[in-house]
């Protein structure tokens, strides 16, 4: 039991492999139609390619600084611990803004990418970005075409003049360059640019204007920007465009407006600081010029020239406590100025002037802290809204910081008071010491006090605001350029390889698939493998060849048909179970009419009479006679005349074929309305007792067994049967019927031969559709297109 199990493995084994092997030689015998997709797929590739515009690859990187290892963010951390601030994702805020629409625009704007230049060439325009033979200026400014979505062309007809084109292509009036004039695209003037001018001359420009949106939405959509890596601070920026220096210019712009932007922010503070401090510069200023004028009316009045010298000695001993009182005030009118000014400004968005020399460290790391998150507030209120959860967090960390800044400044101003006080009383026993000086001296120290503090404030304001000047001279933008926009010259898109490597599997792919359609859809019969399945013995086959004549054998033919029929010959000798040397009997018959079994049986008594034996072929196919239309005779007396009439002699219907020797003829007759009946007469049996001992070989040619059963009446006078199969005719449907004949021996020692197969077929076999009945090979064969010597036909 387990050696049949291995025995039938092997077999389903070899089965499989040997299908796969069939499959595969199916498949190559077609391998010219496979080289024919091929050369079609590849000249598809071709013609997709040449209109095909190609896409250029620019990337450009940057480096994000981090703030947070120093400058204005390091102050803020301090803070974390306290839930007052949160570290955020600096690479990805960055991204966002680079992506923005608003950096977008200022790119397209600057560029003027919605204003475009296409020189007029086959397949297809080509556009010119800064080598353009021409610009256009719009007279009312580039604001007027933000809306606009409109194309004119014109024609080069000189250096100097040009002309408009309508939609027809005919052309207006000759203009003038730097000529303004009303066209669709609104009021213009059209200059040449300073470059080799002369080869464009006499051909078309197309000026194509875009809606400015849809320009910025486009480009926003096609500009990729990512981090190389999750661990670093590097930002690589890509684009394709069909113009590759268009696109290194578009990152580059895109780049310096990031930065340009990004400087503008880190300004804001300074610029905040500078207005603060010239408003103050105004003010004391103003105050200074009042005292200034009180002093001098003072003297005037009381016509004094040196007050000052009568009151030396005492002035020497108070100077350094008036010093220290002069610093004081200062730092008390400082703190006030602080303290109104953040009264008066209690926007969120609103900066506290920075540095401007208040002793109290505490004071003016809360400046900066505040001014800090202002900063980080409004940038992150630049692509978010008011009701952003950090939005709302900074508003109350702001709010904070904002009342501990006025808490501070009012108990910095408190012990600053403090201090005034005693040093008032101190400067009161020295003027106490001194009250022998004139009452005009006291009230002109006054006078002097009130100035002095106006000039150190006056200059301690003109050093911040050179200070606040030159940090904005230095800011620095927090994006580095690593690598400026770069192309390698190499197209992206489309990928010639892609293309090409698709069209050559395409053009494997589509003829299996069409072929494995045919096979599916394929219900015909074409070849010995198709035998095979039903089990009955296979003849042989003969192939198809073009001609008129139905005779295709001849003696001393090499032709493939003539040889194949001598095949056949030796085979049928193999298959008849009798070894007697005359009167062998062999029926040739088929399933359905035009499967040419006419045509075989005669050929084949043709090729054994060439052979040198006496043949005699009779057609016995009453109802549909073929042999004497084959051979190009009238039609005569014949069997059934012979049966049906008992005066008419055997010797009466029997004649020798013309040009065939050793080969006669016993046609069929009148086609009789009963031929069934008339077959089972006995003068049949007497006829064949009678040829079969004249003859070496009958060939009868019979009725199809698929559609009457006279053949199978017959069937005892045969000494075997050649079954012909018509290849790519018969379906496989009707193999049941030769299939079943064989099983129950209704056709004695039969065998099938195919009829009109394809000759050069070297695998499997093919699928030649279209034989016309009676179409087959005469001695040479004829000869063939060369369209169809390539494809077998």
Request: charged content about 25%.
């Amino acid at each position: 039991m387990e050696n049949d199990q291995t025995k039938y493995s092997h077999e389903d084994s070899s089965e499989a492999e040997n299908n796969i092997i069939n499959i595969v030689y199916r498949y190559l015998s077609y391998w010219k139609w496979f080289v024919l997709a091929l050369i079609i797929s590849f000249f598809i590739a071709k013609i997709y390619l040449r209109y095909q515009i190609p896409l250029y690859e620019v990337s450009a990187s940057i480096l994000i600084k981090d703030d947070k290892k120093g400058g204005a963010i390091s102050e803020l951390s301090a803070f974390e611990d306290l839930g007052l601030f949160k570290g955020v994702n600096n690479i990805d805020n960055e991204i966002e803004i680079l992506k923005s629409r608003d950096l977008m625009t200022l790119v397209v704007k600057e560029l003027r990418l919605n204003l475009q230049y296409f020189i007029k060439k086959s397949p297809f325009d080509v556009e010119k970005f800064d080598n353009s033979p021409i610009t256009v200026q719009f007279v009312h400014g580039d604001t007027s075409i933000q809306y606009l979505s409109q194309e004119i062309t014109i024609n080069l007809e000189s250096k100097t003049r040009f002309k408009i084109l309508n939609n027809k292509g005919e052309s207006s009036i000759s203009r003038s360059f730097g000529e303004p004039i009303e066209t669709a695209l609104g009021k213009i003037a059209i200059y040449p640019n300073p470059i080799e001018f002369k080869e464009f001359i006499g051909k078309d420009i197309r000026i194509v204007v875009s809606p400015l949106a849809s320009v910025v939405d486009e480009y926003r959509g096609a500009i990729v920007v990512v981090p190389v890596n999750k661990t670093s601070n590097v930002i690589e920026i890509t684009l394709k465009d069909p113009l590759k220096v268009k696109a290194e210019a578009i990152v580059n712009n895109l780049i310096k407006q990031h930065n340009a932007d990004a400087v503008a922010d880190k300004n804001q503070v300074s610029k905040n600081t500078a207005n603060f401090i010239n408003d103050r510069i105004k003010f004391i200023t103003s105050e200074l010029s009042t005292v200034e004028e009180e002093a001098e009316s003072f003297k005037t009045y009381h016509k004094l020239i040196d007050v000052e010298s009568e009151a030396g000695l005492f002035l020497k001993t108070g100077s350094d406590n008036e010093i220290e009182l002069l610093q004081t005030n200062t730092q008390v009118k400082l703190a006030e100025y602080m303290y109104d000014y953040i009264l008066q400004h209690t926007s969120p968005s609103d900066l506290i002037p920075a540095n401007l020399g208040l002793n109290d460290p505490a004071v003016g790391t809360m400046i900066a802290s505040h001014n800090i998150a202002v900063i980080e507030r409004n940038r992150i209120l630049k692509y978010s809204s008011e009701k952003n959860p950090v939005i709302e967090n900074l508003n109350t960390q702001l709010l904070g910081l904002r009342n501990s800044l006025k808490e501070s400044l009012l108990n910095y101003k408190n012990s600053l008071q403090i201090k005034l006080k005693e040093l008032n009383k101190q400067e009161s026993g020295i003027n106490s010491k001194i009250a022998t000086v004139p009452k005009y001296e006291r009230e002109y120290r006054v006078i002097q006090r009130q100035q002095q503090i106006k000039e150190t404030l006056y200059l301690y304001l003109l050093q911040k605001r050179e200070e606040t000047n030159i940090a904005l001279a230095v800011t620095v933008a927090n994006a580095k350029v690593i690598d400026n926009a770069y192309c390698n010259g190499i197209p992206v898109s489309p990928n010639k390889r892609i293309i090409y490597l698709a069209s050559l599997l395409l053009g494997l792919i589509i003829p299996v698939i069409v072929f494995y359609i045919m096979d599916v859809l394929d219900n015909k019969v074409h070849g010995k493998r198709d035998i095979d399945k039903i089990g009955v013995p296979f003849l042989g086959d003969i192939p198809y060849v073009e001609s008129e004549n139905k005779i295709v054998v001849n003696r001393g033919d090499q032709s493939s048909i003539a040889e194949a029929f001598r095949l056949l010959r030796t085979n049928v000798d193999f298959i008849m179970d009798t070894n007697k040397a005359k009167g062998r009997t062999i029926f040739v018959t088929s399933t359905l009419a035009k499967e040419g079994k006419s045509f075989v049986a005669l050929n084949l008594a043709s090729i054994i009479a060439n052979s040198g034996k006496k043949v005699l072929l009779i057609g016995m196919d009453l109802r549909a006679p073929k042999i004497l239309k084959y051979l190009g005779l009238t039609d005569k007396v014949g069997l059934s005349n012979y049966i049906s009439d008992a005066d008419i002699p055997l010797n009466q219907i029997i004649f020798n074929a013309p040009k065939i020797e050793n080969l006669d003829l016993l046609p069929s007759g009148a086609i009789p309305p009963n031929p069934a009946e008339l077959l089972m007469h006995d003068r049949v049996k007497e006829m064949f007792g009678k040829v079969k001992e004249i003859y070496d070989y009958i060939i009868v040619d019979t009725a199809p067994v698929g559609l009457v059963t006279d053949t199978l009446l017959l069937g005892k006078f045969a000494d075997s049967f050649v079954y012909v199969v018509r290849a790519h005719y018969l379906q496989k449907q009707f193999l049941y019927v030769p299939e079943n004949a064989h099983k129950e021996n209704k056709l004695p020692n039969m065998a099938i031969l195919m009829n009109g197969t394809d000759q050069k077929k070297g695998y499997g076999y093919g699928y030649g559709y279209g034989y016309g009945y009676g179409g087959y090979g005469y001695g040479k064969e004829k000869p063939k297109s060369k369209w169809k010597k390539f494809f077998g036909k």
